[in-house]
C-alpha cells in the first residue's frame, strides 16, 4: 500500500465564482442568535466558520448545536474549532438544548459535539441525555447526532445508540490515504467501525458520513471510500467542499467543479446509497431535516404506504 505522502503546502488560494456567498442577516437570523446566546449554547455554525450559517439560521430557523463545551480535544488541520483542555461537564446543557429545540419548534435538529477524549465515555452519556431531553420538550422533532468517534469504545456507542436517534452520523471526512495528515488523534478504519458498530446495535437508525473535497483525494479514492461506507451499512452520504478556515490550517488542494460534484453524487446513488447531498457548500448538517424527509418517503416503507 501506497505510504500517506503530505499534500503541497502551496494550495491553491483564489476562490471560484460558484463559491461566493451572499450574506443575509435577517430577522429570523438574528432571532436564532439571540435564543442561542440566552441558553448559553454552542452551535457547530459558528465554532466552524459554516459558510451555510446565514441561510440555516435566517430563512429555515435551524442551527446544529455543539455540546460538550467549545474546547476540543483534538487538533485536525481542516478544523477551526479551539483545541485545548475541555471545562467540566455541563448537565444542565441538555435540558437548555431541549428547550431551545422546542422554542424554535423544530422538525429535524441536528447535535454534534467536540471530541472529548478526557472523559471515559468520551462524552456519550451527555448526547443520550440530549436525545432524551428532546424527545420529553419536542417529542415531534426528529433527532440526529453527529458524534465523535468516541475512541471506538463499543459501550459508549451502545450507550448513545440506545437513547435512539433518528440518525446516528460519523464523517470519515476524507479518503484513507489523507486520514493521518488531516485528522488527529482519529483512524479511518476506527470510523467504519463505528458506523458498522451503530447499525448493529439498532438496525433502524439511519448512519450516515460525509467527506471533503479539495484536500489533495483522488476520484478514485472518493469512490473507494464510497465502497467502504456501503460495505460498513451507511446508506447517506454528504459531499462538501473543503475550505481553508485560516492561514494556519491546511491548504486546500482543488476546488471541485459543480458538475464534477453532480457526477458523484450521480455515482453514489448508482452505488446504492439512499441519499446523498454532494455540492461546494454541502456541509454535515446542511438541510438535515429536508434530507431525513426525503429519506422517509423513498426509502421507509411504514412512511410510504401511510401517505405522510
Known sequence: MDQPTSPPQSGVNRKPEWLRIHLNTTEGFRDVKKLIRS??????????????????????????FMILGDTCTRRCRFCAVKTGLPGA???GEPQRVAESVREMQLRHVVI????????????????????????AEAPGCSVELL??????????????CESKPDIMSHNIETSRRLTPLVRSRSDYDRSLEFLRTAKEIDPDTVTKSSMMLGLGETREEILESMDDLLAHGV???NLGQYLQPSRTHIPVQKYWRPEEFAE????ALEKGFHHCEAGP???SSYRAGDQYESYRRNVHPLF???GA
Do not use: F, Y
Not at 457547530?44 to 442551527?63: F, L, M, Q, S, Y
Not at 465515555?121 to 441525555?129: I, T, Y
Not at 458524534?147 to 469504545?153: A, P
Open 39 to 64: 441558553q448559553r449554547l454552542n452551535t457547530v455554525c459558528e465554532e466552524a466558520k459554516c459558510p451555510n450559517i446565514h441561510e440555516c439560521w435566517g430563512d429555515h430557523r435551524t442551527a446544529t
Open 89 to 91: 461537564v455541563d448537565w
Open 112 to 135: 454534534t459535539m467536540v471530541n472529548r477524549d478526557d472523559l471515559k465515555d468520551g462524552g456519550a452519556a451527555v448526547l443520550a441525555a440530549t436525545v432524551h431531553a428532546i424527545r
Open 147 to 160: 458524534s465523535s468517534d468516541l475512541m471506538g469504545r463499543r459501550e459508549s456507542i451502545a450507550a448513545v
Open 235 to 237: 446508506t447517506v452520504m
Open 264 to 267: 458523484l453524487k450521480e455515482r
Open 281 to 283: 457548500l454541502v456541509r
Open 304 to 306: 410510504r404506504e401511510s
